[in-house]
Nanobody, 124 residues
Framework: QVQLVESGGGLVQAGGSLTLSCTAS????????MGWFRQAPGREREFVAAISSSGTYTYIKDSVKGRFTISRDNAKNTLYLQMSSLKLEDTAVYYC?????????????????WGQGTQVTVSS
């Protein structure tokens, strides 16, 4: 029954910023970890960031650490990914996912529902 809908993608110049959002329904949002993944053409889907159910703990991929921030607003059933200092290599379709437990994970097998994705394109 759970549904996830991402939004906020688009075209941005290198060095610019974008904020993605993901709204969930059908599950008690505040009881589960959430994550962001991305997939570029010809590449496998990769982990980007995760956040625990309460928002207390986060884990961010090394290549985006210091540039990306994951956050959540449980009252609004919404997950966010704030992206700054964007690079060409950040170009991908970004997906949000809801976990099967409260603790954060970087394993896609720890997530059982996925959004449809939103395209982020970074230009020079």
């Amino acid at each position: 029954q759970v549904q996830l809908v991402e939004s906020g993608g688009g075209l941005v110049q290198a060095g610019g910023s974008l904020t993605l959002s993901c709204t969930a329904s059908g599950r008690t949002f505040g009881r589960f970890a959430m994550g962001w993944f991305r997939q570029a053409p010809g590449r496998e889907r990769e982990f980007v960031a995760a956040i625990s159910s309460s928002g207390t703990y986060t884990y961010i991929k090394d290549s985006v650490k210091g540039r990306f921030t994951i956050s959540r607003d449980n009252a609004k059933n919404t997950l966010y990914l704030q992206m700054s200092s964007l690079k060409l290599e950040d170009t991908a379709v970004y997906y949000c996912a809801i976990g099967v437990i409260a603790a954060l994970r970087n394993d896609p097998n720890s997530y059982d529902s996925w959004g449809q994705g939103t395209q982020v394109t970074v230009s020079s």
